[in-house]
């Protein structure tokens, strides 16, 4: 199971990004696909996660609203669209595989490489 995280960057508050999480080695529909974000000093938490199979999706209550996770099939791929962004959303986002959608990253065995999201002005 290999997971391929991109597009962080530096955004200004209230603006977008969207996070990639590209799949090898495994087909995305046998899995759950979450995203997960640590900002320093502080635990790792859940952000999003969809149920590729049937496109089931889960959202943390602070971004319910902002964030939406969508999957393309063709492409063994997972996007995160981040709308409305805040500073409190700078972190590194990880993508993350697991048998069951969970938000709890103690659950989680396969982790992709993080990818930076800093929201500044």
């Known amino acids: 199971v290999q997971l391929q995280a991109s597009g962080g960057g530096l955004v200004q508050p209230g603006g977008s990004l969207r996070l990639s999480c590209a799949a090898s080695?495994?087909?995305?529909?046998?899995?759950?696909i979450g995203w997960f974000r640590q900002a320093p000093g502080k635990e790792r938490e859940g952000v999003s996660c969809?149920?590729?199979?049937?496109?089931?999706?889960y959202y943390a209550d602070s971004v319910k609203g902002r964030f939406t996770i969508t999957r393309d099939n063709a492409k063994n791929t997972v996007y995160l669209q981040m709308n409305s962004l805040k500073p409190e959303d700078t972190a590194v986002y990880y993508c993350?595989?697991?048998?069951?959608?969970?938000?709890?990253?103690?659950?989680?065995?396969?982790w992709g490489q993080g990818t930076q999201v800093t929201v500044s002005s």
């Open positions: 993350a595989a697991s048998a069951i959608a969970t938000l709890t990253p103690q659950y989680i065995p396969w």
């Open positions: 080695g495994f087909t995305l529909d046998d899995y759950a």
């Open positions: 969809i149920t590729v199979s049937d496109g089931s999706t």
